[in-house]
C-alpha cells in the first residue's frame, strides 16, 4: 500500500531558508523583518524575485535586502534564491502556490470538501517516514511525555495526549489547573521531551516558555502553522501544518491527522509493553462497567 505521507527528499520541517530565517529572525533590524515575514509569508514566491523586485515588494531598500542576505547567513541574494527554486521544484508545500479558495459559487460542501482536502494533502505529504520513526522512538523512549498548548492548541494537546496515555505512562498536560509552566516543567530533563502545539493565535509567551526548555536541554516536538516565527529554533523537530481556509475559523484537519500518525507509529514501536499497558487498562474499564 502506498504510504501517503512519505516523502524521499530533504523534509520540509527542515528546509535551509525557513528555518535560517527562524534562527535570525531576533536579530535582524525592523526594516529586515519586513523582508523576513514577506518571504515566510510566501516561500513559494522568493524564486521568482531579483533582488531589486523583492525590495520593492517589501517596501525596502536594496541595500536592506543585501544585510538582510547576510544576516540570514547566506553569501548572496543569488543564493538565497536559487535555494527557493530548488525547495519549490521537489514539491515543498511551504514553497508551492497554497491555500485552496473558495470561488463564492457552486455547492457549499463540495466548496468546503476541497478546502479541507488541501490542508489534510499538503501537512501529509510534508512528512518523511525516517522522521515520523525518529519522533516516534524518543516520544516512546521519553521518560516523562508532555503535551502543551495554549487557546485552541491545547485541545489538540489535550487530544493527543489522550491518545499516548492509553499505552504509555508517564503523560502530563500543560498548562494544568492551577499551576504555573514553570511549576510543572521543573523536573524535565534531556530524559523527556515535550510536544508543544502552537497554531495560530499564540500566545506571546510561548516563545520565552519554549525558550527556557531549550536552554535546559529539554526535547521539544514542534507542531505549528507556517505564520511560525522563531519557534522552530527551539525545536529539535518541527512538523508545519496549513490551517488557512477561504472559511472562517482555522482548519485543524491536517494537524489531527498528524497527530493521529504520531500515535499509531508509537504505538508500534512501543511493543508488547505498550500492548500489555493497554490491555491492563481495558480490563480495568471491563471490571467497572466504565462504558455502555
Not at 499505552?167 to 515535550?194: C, K, N, Q
Not at 485543524?252 to 511493543?271: A, D, E, H, N
Request: net charge neutral.
Amino acid at each position: 500500500m502506498t504510504k501517503t505521507y512519505k516523502k524521499t527528499s530533504e523534509s520540509c520541517s527542515h528546509n535551509t531558508i525557513v528555518d535560517a530565517l527562524h534562527r535570525s529572525y531576533q536579530d535582524f533590524s525592523k526594516q529586515e523583518k519586513k523582508v523576513a515575514d514577506f518571504i515566510l509569508d510566501a516561500p513559494g514566491e522568493l524564486g521568482l524575485y531579483s533582488a531589486s523586485e523583492l525590495a520593492e515588494r517589501a517596501d525596502v531598500s536594496k541595500a536592506t535586502i543585501t544585510r538582510f542576505v547576510r544576516r540570514a547567513q547566506f553569501s548572496s541574494y543569488e543564493e538565497l534564491r536559487l535555494t527557493a527554486r530548488g525547495l519549490r521544484s521537489w514539491g515543498s508545500p511551504l514553497f508551492q502556490t497554497e491555500a485552496a479558495r473558495s470561488s463564492g459559487v457552486g455547492d457549499f460542501l463540495s466548496d468546503f470538501l476541497e478546502a479541507e482536502m488541501c490542508n489534510l494533502t499538503q501537512a501529509l505529504n510534508c512528512l518523511v517516514e525516517t522522521e515520523i520513526d525518529e519522533m516516534a522512538n524518543a516520544l516512546i523512549a521519553a521518560r516523562n511525555l508532555v503535551f502543551m498548548g495554549f487557546r485552541n492548541s491545547h485541545f489538540l494537546a489535550s487530544y493527543a495526549r489522550n491518545q499516548f496515555l492509553q499505552f504509555r505512562s508517564g503523560t502530563r498536560i500543560l498548562p494544568g489547573t492551577g499551576e504555573t509552566i514553570t511549576e510543572s516543567t521543573a523536573d524535565l530533563t534531556s530524559e523527556d521531551v515535550v510536544l508543544v502545539i502552537g497554531l495560530r493565535r499564540r500566545l506571546t509567551s510561548l516563545k520565552s516558555e519554549m525558550q527556557a526548555l531549550h536552554h535546559r536541554g529539554v526535547p521539544i516536538l514542534l507542531i505549528t502553522d507556517p505564520s511560525a516565527r522563531v519557534m522552530p529554533a527551539f525545536a529539535r523537530w518541527t512538523l508545519t501544518c496549513p490551517v488557512d481556509s477561504p472559511f472562517l475559523f482555522d482548519s485543524y484537519s491536517g494537524v489531527l491527522s498528524v497527530l493521529r500518525i504520531l500515535t499509531y507509529k508509537s504505538f508500534q514501536k512501543s511493543g508488547k509493553q505498550g500492548r500489555t499497558y493497554m490491555e491492563a487498562i481495558e480490563a480495568r474499564h471491563a471490571e467497572t462497567g466504565a462504558f455502555e
